[in-house]
């Protein structure tokens, strides 16, 4: 799978974790991938929901080590 950015969000706090993750994905083409890195807890469970009622689209989901995740996401719009 081919990443066109990366965004590190592990050390924010929601609602941060997924303002920024916006920020970066309005930023990008529609159908570019986003790497996202985030926490478990808050981060992992919301932004994923919040990007999908946004209408992204989940690629993957992965745990990374430790409590890190990477996210990726494709931009739909």
Do not use: W
Not at 17 to 46: A, C, D, W, Y
Not at 50 to 55: K, M, P, Q, R, V
């Amino acid at each position: 799978m081919s990443v066109d950015h990366e965004l590190d969000i592990t050390a924010e706090v929601c609602p941060m974790t997924f303002v920024r993750t916006k920020l970066r994905l309005e930023s990008m083409e529609i159908g570019q991938v986003l790497r996202v890195r985030l926490r478990r807890g808050e981060p992992l469970h919301n932004v994923p929901r919040a990007l999908l009622d946004h209408g992204q689209e989940i690629l993957a989901c992965d745990p990374v080590g430790g409590d890190v995740y990477e996210l990726l996401v494709r931009r739909r719009r």
